[in-house]
Structures are given as structure tokens and as C-alpha cells.
């Protein structure tokens, strides 16, 4: 029987080549995106949840009023861990960890740019990041020992049998490598070259950072098994109070790790939710494409059935039940599956490095992991089955003496469940259509914003080595070899928002208000060299002006919520220090450009943040030449070091990385989304003008034009499509909507977006059915009339 | 072995309501070969259906071998269907996919019969028709007759006690007609009841019995001689 079945099903793909490419061809694009998705899904849901103890790993998070806003941030106080472990019996470990940081790593005469970051010895112990070589309890245990990963190893050093040898970090800091790190997977926030242990901050910058004010890193924590969460959250609720004898006011509380990744946003004290929305959102979209390649397999199957009819009706006559015949029709696409789920397979393996690339991620297909196959497998049956079900249920139900007499109704290609499935698909590809335009109008609004200052020609170089020792020096040179027309030392670049605070007081503040500035430190010439717009008064200039020593500029939102008549020359309490406004400049886009400007506050060079040189190029000389005058005097020195300019324009760029990967990604599904159902489309527009040939045929002879008759057709299809752009407009539309909501700085949504988006489609479609209907059109009638 | 008392059957549409089958009687013995006649609309194909159990009847009684078969749900007609009757199409109703031989095979398959035994007595059948040396053929590759010889081989692989034929030479030529008439009385010699709806006068003096319907019941039966 099973023999019998396959028969059938391939001689019946073969009988009808074009139809059977449009319905495995479709359902494999189909079956490709999905199985890219949920690769990707995957690998979010997976992220750092492989570690053996994540039950028990919790990060620590701080809550606090501002402005009647209750809000919670993960950086966290530097003695809190210490504190925590030693103050509460549940706490297994208590892990703290900085952020990134880029230094420079010498063995033997080689040198390496590398990343990485410090962090409490029980690291090891309490994440799963198995060692190569080395000792989990040791490694970290020392000051002078460093971790690093088995790729790193063999970058730096050729190989991984490693443990022991001894490196040099920035020139400056002996250490001897501990242990070498199996190599990370992908899906962790821990990616690093090496892991060096706490104490290298306090040989770096001494014991300074250790200060309950100071929030400036994250806290991890591992609770023996069956801590109640609750009761824990309670009892450390006010440690920091405590211990900064009442002089901070935030509130700590541990957070499940395993959820802080895909859950970890909050708003006004309440969770949000967070990245789960985005794999929520793309799982729905992985759905419906897989729904639309399936729906073409449910029209042309049925659109097809009389050419089974007469077999349905054989069977049932031999004794065949109706179930039998729901599983053969079952089992066929079931089989059609698989051929587009292998194909599926292949067009998914090969669109993956490009995939890996536009999403940013290391995606690969693990072909020997029995999880994948089993996937792969449930995942062609039940492709076949939800493709199948309705087919298999339609055509089984022809009744045998209705098909045997030939007496079966042919029926017309665009009868009411078909239609019904045809709207679905184009109310899906019409809403990608309109969510791509959007989307792409919110990207080009955020890049046409006015960030503030001037972009072009301006470059920073990153504190490393000796520059600090030589920033002066430096910038003298800079400035006389011609490389560049101004020069600012400040204590970050203008890219990255590095630092906040809400320690900003005025005369006339009201009492209690805890309001966040974010800040930056420089030595001067700041407004210069970035070209701001200055609204009041002038730049920082200690040469010129010897009070500017603690001089500061503020920018225009400060300057409404201090509420001063005259904001040049008040006086600021920041850091201990009295600062006097000197100037107020035009906000500039630090943090991302889709949101709202923050209050900002320069200080001047008393701060003595450095950690920056940002320099303008002159506009007179050619840019190569200046970078080349740039690079020699940073070669002069800062010798050890490479030289590492950055271009503030092309940084700023990638503000819209994600929002333009989004926007790549809706254009692809839209694409998607359109060719399969046009593909769909093509099918039963061939199938309506076949089983129309003598309607036409007589409405020829009868007097129609071709005109007359290609207008029938389309219109037919037209209709259907007609209604998907009505259903789409609102469905676009509160999709869009909220998906603008994430951005305080959004554009707005315009009718003519959705005229486009139905106009498009409806293009789209007339297109690939007016090919089938011309052909209709033009046949002679005499042929089609004769062949009845 | 057939004896059907005042059936019925009704084909409704929204506004008319048509009597297709009205208090009809009939009783056909094992081994005799029935001819139905009638002009179109009589009732003969509907008759037909109902005695093949593709169709159920509104009311009366069908006795088949003794037993009510007029309210068996789907499970059991098909069962009896496959084990005891045999159709025979005017359009052949061969499955273009399946060759000669897979058509032939295809009842065997559904009574599970194993795959020797069923190449053993498809190829039988096949030779008692001579159409064996067209067995790998496809249907649309035989002529008319031919094809009424596969559907005919079709009807009988299975050994059934009843064959049902629907205007078999209706789509056949007068030489191909006569041929298929011939085959289907050797049948009926060799003891198959048959029955048999037909529009042809001479076909149906190969049987013994003609039945004429008019509107739905028996007007006359004539016994051939």
C-alpha cells in the first residue's frame, strides 16, 4: 500500500512538472527562512542559560526614585559582592566583573590588540566556561595570573599549551598566563580574549573605584540551592544604605540570570520585558512565512483536485475508506515536504554566512547534534501535515459517484476558502511591504537629525601607554606640525555616552529632585574643537582665561531645567567642586539618536578626567596627509603602542546598526513573503485560465476583445488582493505604531505609506497573473472550443 | 441474491425536490446477467450506485446474500464493496499514474492480498484478457477497447460475486463493444452475477433479463430467451 502511494505520489509530481516546482520550490523558501529563524531563535533563548548553575546565578541590580520614577540599572558599587558574601550565609559566590576594555598584549616581541576584563576568582566556579589547561581554583587566585581563551592562545602565541609563559600587558604589567579558556560560545556576555583577576584594577588605578557611590560594575551572585529569592531580595534590600551611612538611597535586589538576557528591561520599577519581544516578533514572522509557502501548497492542491478526482473516486469505488485516503494525501505531502525541507536545507546552509553577517551572529547548522535532526525531521512533518491537512480533507471528500459518472463540477480557480487563503498571504506580504518602508523612514529621520556638532574630519585616539604622560605634548605637536585646527583632551570620546551622574546641584534646585546629567570632563578648547553651537557665552579656555580651571559649559536642555534667567556665570556643585557656567551649547547626540537629548555637563580641566584626544583635522590640507602628520607624532610619543584613530563619522554610523539590520530584515521577509505568494498566485492563475479555455472561448466568439477578457481575469485576483491591502492598513499600522513607541525621537506615520505598500502588492500581482491571462486572452478561441 | 423492497431516494435541491428512485422492487438471483434500461433521468444510474453501495438509499430495504445492507455506514459498505463487487466504468476510470498492471493490482491491495499472490493473479487476469503484453503500459497509451479490457480485468482480480456495469461500451466502438459484451458473459458463465445499466438495445440481449425503469420503478421485465 505505502509502495503504491509513493508511486502515485511521484509519477503525479512528475506529471505535472511546473506545478510541482512552484509547490516545493515555495514551500523550500518557505522551509529556508524558518529554519534560519529558528536557528536564531534558538540561539537567543539559549543565551547564557547553558551555564550548569544558572538556577542559582543572579546579577544584582540597584533601584531608585528619580523624579517619581522608579528606576533600575545593573551597575552596581564595587564592595557590594565582598559585602554580600560576607554578610549572608545563602551567598555561594559573589562574583564582580567590569566591562570590556581594549589593551595591549606583548609576548616575545609580538604585540596584540586584546579585550578583556576582570573579574573575582570564583568566576570559573561559578560559570561554565571549562579550562583547556590550568587550574579553576588558581588560575584567577593570583594577581599577577591571567585566563585566556584557546583562540586568543593561538593567535598570540601559536599554541595553547600555554599555562605558565609570561606576557606583558600595555607595556606596563608582567603577568603569567593561568589557564587557557576552551573558546566561548557565541550566545554569552562574557565574550573576551582574556579574564584577568580583580586586583589588576587596583594595580592599574589603586584603591580608589571601592566606593558605595561609585556604580560602575556588575555584581553577580550564586545563592545555595533553595534560597527563597523573596525573602533574600528583602533582607539585602538596604545594603548599600547601610553601609554608606545613609548617604546613597538606592536599593539593590538579585535578578535571575537566566531571564536577564530575553527579560531584562524595566520601566518605572516594573518589568518590561526586553529582547523576548524580538524573538517573539520574529517567531511570529517565521510562522507566517512558513503559513504562506504552506497556503500555496493548499491552493494548488486543491485548485488541482479534479485531476485527482477520478482516482479518489476508483478507490473509494475498490473499497478504499476516507481516512486511507486522507493518509495517502497526507503521505504525499509529507514526501513533498521532505524534497523541500532537504532543499530547504541547502538553500538555508548556503544563505547563513550572509545571514551570520547581516544579524551579526555565528550561526551554524549543528547536522551531528541529535536535538537538530530530530527538529529537522518534526519539523518536515509537520510542514507536511499543515500543508497537507486541508487537501488531503477536500480531496478525499469527493464523492465517488459524482467523479466516476464525470458528473464532478470543475471548479473555478478563486472559490471562497482559496480566496480566503490568497488574503491571508497578501494581508501578511502588504503589512512586511508597509513595515519596510516604515522602518527605513524612521532610520533616514534619526540620520538626518541635527546631532549638534560637526562629524566630518574629526578623529579620536583612546588613552594608551604613555599618552597620558605626554597629552600636552602631544597636542602641541598635533597642532604645529598642521595635522589639526583644534585639539580637546576630554575624559571620553563623542561617541560613546561613558558616564552619568545626578551628584549636579544649583541655587535654586528643588530639594530632594534627583536628576541624572551626563558628563564629561576636558582640558579645554571642547566647544572648538567638536564645532558646537554655542547659545551663550564661550568655549573653555584656560589659556586665555586662568579661572577656567573649573569653568564648565552646560547644553540647552541643562540649562531649561536649572531655570536660570542668565545660566553664564551661576555656579554648579559637582564631584566636591564649585564650577562656574561659562557656556551653553546646543544639545549633541552622545547617547543613540532615536532618543531624547539628556541634560549634559562639561567640566573643566580641575576634573583631571583624561582619557581622550580628539582631534579636528584641517579642513585645508588633504585628509591622508594630516592622518600621516597624526600618526607620527602619536609614533613619537606613545611608541610601544599602535596608533589607533577613529573616525567620529563612521562611529556614529553604527548608532543604526540594529535598527537598520531590522530594517534589512523586514525588507528580506517582505521579498520573501511576495515571491512565495506570488509564486502561489502564478500557479492558480494558470490553473483558472485552463479550467476556464471554453468560458473564454465563447466569450471571444461572442465579441470579447483580448482586452475585455485579460481584464476579467485580472480582476478576478484583484479583488482578493483589493481586500488583503484594507485588512493590512491597520494591522501595519499598530505594529508600526508601537514599534515607533521604543523611540523618543520617531517620525511619524504617513497615509501615503500605506497607498504605496497596497499599491506595490497590487502591481506585484497583476504582474504575475496578467502573463496567465493574456495567454488565455490570445489563444484562439476555435482550438479551445473544438477541444471540449 | 440481491432483493430490494420499496426503495427510495430523493435528490433535493433548495427548491425541488426530485424522486429518483420511487417504492422500488427487485430481486435478482445469484448468476443471472440483469440489463437496466430506461431513458435518461429514470433512475437506472441511481439504482446502480445503491446496489454498489456508492450511495445510500432514503428508504425501503436491501437485502444482499440475506443481509440489510441499506443502512451499513461507510466502514461496512466498504468492506463489502471491496470483497464482493466489481465496477465496470463507461469512461474506464483508469488512474493515469498507475501502469496497466498497478491499475489491475490496486483492489488486491486494499483486501491485502501479499505482493506474490497478487503479481500471480493480476498477471492471470491479465492473460484471460489479453492485455498481458501491455501490462507496463500507461492507459493513455491504450486504445478504448483496451482500456475497457484493464477495467474489466480491474472489476474481477478481486473475484467478485457481483460485477456493476455502467454503460461499458458507451465509449467504446461497435467491434471494441462487442468484445467487452463477450467478456462479460464469459464471466457470467463461469458464475459471476451481473448487472448491467445500458442504453443498447443489443447489448442488453446478452443478458436474460432486462429490467425497464420509468421514473423511478419498474414498468416491465422481460425474460430473454
Redesign the interface.
Known sequence: ?FK?YL??AF??LK?NLGFSFINIFGLAMGMAATILIALWVNNEVGYDRFHQNVNQIYVAFNKSLFEGEMRIWRSTPSPLGPALKQEFPEVKYAVRVDYLAKHLTEYQGKKLQANGYNADPDFFRMFSFPLLSGNIGSCLASNDHLVITENFARKLFGNTNVVGKLIKLDNKYDFMIGGVLKDMPANTRFTADFIAPWAFLQRQYGPDRLQWGNNSIRTYVQLLPNTNLENFNHKISDITIRHSNNEEDNRVFLYPMKDYYLQGVFKDGKLEGGRIEIVRLFTVVACFILLIACINFMNLSTARGDKRA??V??????????Q?LVGQFLLESVLIAAMAGALGLLAAQLALPYFNRLIQTQLAMPYTNGWFIAGVIGFILITGLLAGCYPALYLSSFK??AV???AHRKVSALITPRKVLVVTQFTFAVVMIISTIIIRRQIQYAQDRDNGFEQGSLVYVPFSGDIDKNKQLIKADLLNTGAASAVSITSADMIVAQSNSWDVNWQGKPAGTKITFDRMATLGDFGKTMKLKFISGRDIDPQTYPTDSTACLINESAARIMNFKQAVGQLIDHEGLKWHIVGVFKDFVWRSPFEAMNPMLIAGPKMDWNDCINIRLDPSQPISASLQKAEAVFKKYNPAFPVTLSFVDQEYQRKFAEQQRTGKLAGIFAVLTILISCLGLFGLAAYMAASRTKEIGVRKVLGASVANVTAMISKEFLKPILLSVVLATPIAWIVMYRWLQNYSYRTQIEWWVFVTGGLTAMMIALLTVSYQSVKAAVANPVKSLRSE | MIKITNLEKFYRTEEVETVALNKLNLEINTGEFVAIMGPSGCGKSTLLNILGLLDDPDGGSYLFNGTEVAHFNERKRADLRKHNIGFVFQSFNLIDELTVFENVELPLIYTGVNSADRKQRVEEVLTKMQIMHRRNHYPQQLSGGQQQRVAIARAVVNKPKLILADEPTGNLDSSNGNEVMELLTDLNEQGTTIIMVTHSEHDARYSHRIVRLLDGHTVVENIMM
Open positions: 500500500m503504491n508511486t502515485i509519477r503525479s506529471s477520478k482516482e473516486g476508483v478507490r473509494k469505488a475498490i473499497g478504499a475508506l476516507k486511507a465517488a459517484v466516476l459518472k464525470g
